[in-house]
């Protein structure tokens, strides 16, 4: 069974650019969570997809957005991108929606300069 | 707001030791988890409990969800040089509706010197 794929994984952009993220959940898993982690602030929680749906968010500007596709693969872009947004993007993936047991990805690691 | 206060923040110990680490939470928990992050990898579950009191292990792993439900520590045994990493504690932070964040402690970084 295929883990959580997660490209690019490593990517570097400027300020101001924007970038999309993409992540494949495991089989048969229709919930994809986006979390940032940064040396400072550790892994903070961007938000949730289930079926098509967002069913949780984050504390994130709104330059910050997903979506999910009908076959549970999930997307997230950043727009007009700044210095901060430097991280680790992990997204991670569940059965069933909610706080349950995740399966991470290896992450994108995104540098801004 | 919404934490989970995680200690110690590093440690630095030699193989064969013991670790211990702990996990508070401003809020009760029907679950804790802990997940350890390998370099340029993602994090991997090591444990979960779903009950308060309960001890649970996964070889030189244990785990216990506190009695109060607001806290959980994590003892590694006889620790070994690819123990090295950083663990996170987590827990279901309720956020309105029939919805919850998993929500992560800023982590704990384990050097394992052989």
């Known amino acids: 069974k295929a883990g959580v794929t997660q490209t690019p994984r490593y990517l570097i952009k400027t300020r101001g650019q924007q970038v999309t993220l993409s992540c494949s959940p495991i089989?048969?898993?229709?919930?994809v969570s986006w979390y940032q982690q940064t040396p400072g602030q550790g892994l903070q929680f961007l938000f949730e997809?289930?079926?098509?749906?967002?069913?949780n968010k984050g504390n994130f500007p709104g330059r910050f957005s997903g979506r999910q596709f009908s076959n549970s693969r999930s997307e997230m872009n950043v727009s007009t991108l700044e210095l901060g947004d430097s991280a680790l993007y992990l997204c991670?993936?569940?059965?069933?929606?909610?706080?349950?047991?995740?399966?991470f990805g290896a992450g994108s690691r995104l540098t801004v300069l | 707001g919404q934490q989970l206060n995680q200690s110690p923040q590093s440690m630095f110990i030699q193989e064969g030791e013991d670790v211990s680490m702990n996990c508070t939470s401003s809020?009760?928990?029907?679950?804790w988890l802990w997940y350890k992050q390998d370099p340029g990898e993602g994090p991997v579950l090591l444990i979960a409990l779903y009950k308060a009191g309960e001890l649970t292990s996964n070889g030189r792993l244990t785990a216990q969800f506190g009695i109060t439900r607001k806290d959980s520590f994590l003892n590694i045994s006889a620790s070994i040089p690819s123990d090295v990493g950083i663990y996170f504690c987590?827990?279901?932070?309720?956020?309105?509706?029939?919805?919850?964040?998993?929500?992560f402690g800023k982590g704990t970084l384990l050097t394992v010197n052989p």
């Open positions: 809020s009760i928990f029907n679950t």
């Open positions: 991670a993936s569940s059965g069933i929606t909610g706080a349950n047991v995740l399966t």
């Open positions: 997809y289930f079926s098509e749906t967002q069913r």
């Open positions: 987590a827990g279901p932070f309720y956020s309105g509706g029939s919805n919850y964040k998993l929500t």
């Open positions: 089989s048969g898993h229709r919930s």
